[in-house]
């Protein structure tokens, strides 16, 4: 993202608890994040949906007294979003929603390392 034009000054960082009644402000966050980049109104769901896949998926099956941190940084025609939380059970990724997620992002991973689960996501402009 060096190359594209900032939108803003710096990204934005939002600390949610772990469940899944928060999922509409990461995903209102996200939304914010499209519309400051400039994507289109079909891109800016794409990564809405995106992010609430991915968020759900750091949860894990047992997300109580977890905190999860978002970051959000938007430049002319990308999105990027990180996620990170403590890493507890298994990532819940269905093959379902690996499908979904990589027909909607431009790239995604999602990984534990070192005790911390975490997911990085971008979405570029199709325009």
Known sequence: MSSSKRVDDG???LTVPGRPEYLRLVRLAAA???????????????LRIA??????????ENPVDKTLTLRYLA??????????????????VSELSQTIIGA???????SDRDGIRRFR???RSRT
């Open 104 to 110: 909607v992002v431009d790239e995604h991973e999602i």
């Open 75 to 92: 430049s002319e025609g990308v999105v990027e979003i990180e996620g990170t939380c403590v890493a507890t059970g298994e990532p819940v």
């Open 11 to 13: 990204s934005v960082s």
């Open 32 to 46: 914010d994040s499209g519309a400051r980049a400039d994507l289109s109104i079909d891109d800016v769901e794409d």
């Open 51 to 60: 992010v609430d896949e991915l968020t759900y998926a750091l949860m894990g």
């Open 121 to 123: 996501l971008v979405k």
